[in-house]
């Protein structure tokens, strides 16, 4: 995708970050309601608001495993300039929500479900009471597996829906693709406590260069500055159960692709090695051969983060999920 996005779009570049996250970003954020609810098993879940832009139509972000509503505080303000509320949720064992387990770091799930449990909670008793005539979804990564969970299973009420790079499949080696699942659950099995899935670790600030999520490296740099100011959200490698159960959700997530009735925009990065991008194909066709309406978007040459990449990425990439959400608005008058 080359096209240059409309004209009436105004993002955050890269040339002006610090600029604006040190200035107009960061005079938001102090607007912001923080507020928490109690999810499954009573686990305390944190959520954000920045409202006061629009009355009527909302944007609802997920976030991806080991982030926190913090780190899209960019996001945030390029949505609200656009003339949106926005809501966030921070989900259970990350971020600023409860943890499940001793160790703060271990990314752990008892039930992939729970997720979106969670999120439905948030829904029904955050964002549905608000009175808004719209409501938007924009989900990246497991938040995208949670959204799109969310949405066939609440098929009316979300307009539009956008998943950045979702977890519909995790990347795996063609060898890995059919032991990763039973291999994890077995080394559950053997571990007498929930811990770090083989290979995986604590929580490590990988530097820029090594990185395969971003290219950009002041946007990089600024979210791993963020969690060592506030280490609290520091989150490291997957728990052998979250592995399983995170597969086993991505697989429903297809199986199930035909109960989605909202028009849905699915934005890939081309060179993503955290996502399976030959299941988006498979969740777009499943979408589209029920009588959905699925559109995917390739964007050339932009990794996993695309809410987070270089600005000839993102810059784009916002403008096609405002104009997927303007056409929905448009259809509604």
């Known amino acids: 995708m080359t096209a240059q996005p409309p004209h009436f779009y ?3 570049l890269e040339p002006h970050f610090t600029e604006t996250m ?41 976030n991806g495993r080991i982030e926190s509503y913090w780190k899209y505080q960019e996001l945030f303000y390029d949505l609200t300039q656009q003339g949106y509320d926005v809501f966030a949720i921070d989900h259970r064992g990350q971020g600023v929500s409860d943890r499940l387990v001793d160790d703060t770091e271990l990314g ?17 008793t955050v964002v549905a009471p608000r009175g808004y005539q719209q409501h938007f979804m924009l989900a990246h990564s497991m938040g995208g597996t949670v959204g799109t969970l969310f949405v066939e299973q609440h098929p009316d009420f979300f307009d539009s829906v956008v998943l950045s790079a979702p977890m519909h499949g995790i990347h795996l ?8 699942s039973p291999l994890a659950r077995v080394i559950e099995q053997l571990q007498s406590q929930p811990d770090y899935a083989p290979g995986q670790v604590p929580y490590y600030p990988k530097p820029f260069l090594d990185n395969k999520l971003s290219q950009s ?5 600024w979210f791993r500055d963020l969690y060592e100011h506030k280490p609290e959200l520091k989150i490291g490698g997957p728990s052998a159960r979250w592995v399983w159960q995170g597969m086993a ?55 996993h983060e695309l809410l987070f990449e270089q600005d000839k990425y993102r810059t784009p990439i916002l403008a096609a999920t405002l104009t997927h959400f303007k056409k929905a608005e448009s259809e509604s008058k």
């Open 10 to 12: 105004d993002f955050s």
């Open 22 to 62: 040190q200035g107009p970003a960061a005079a938001l954020w102090q607007q912001r309601e923080e507020g928490e609810f109690k999810g499954v098993d009573d686990l305390t879940i944190g959520w954000v608001s920045l409202t006061g832009f629009n009355s009527d139509k909302a944007i609802v972000v997920i």
């Open 108 to 124: 752990h799930v008892e039930e992939f479900d729970h997720y979106v449990d969670d999120f439905n909670t948030f829904i029904n």
């Open 173 to 180: 080696t063609q060898w890995m693709k059919p032991i990763a």
């Open 217 to 221: 490296e002041v946007r990089y740099q």
């Open 249 to 303: 959700a991505a697989k429903k997530c297809v199986q199930h692709a035909y109960q989605i009735t909202a028009p849905v925009l699915l934005i890939q990065g081309s060179d993503d090695t955290v996502v399976d991008n030959s299941a988006h194909d498979v969740f777009h066709h499943a979408v589209n051969q029920a009588g959905g309406d699925c559109e995917i978007k390739v964007i050339h040459g932009a990794r």
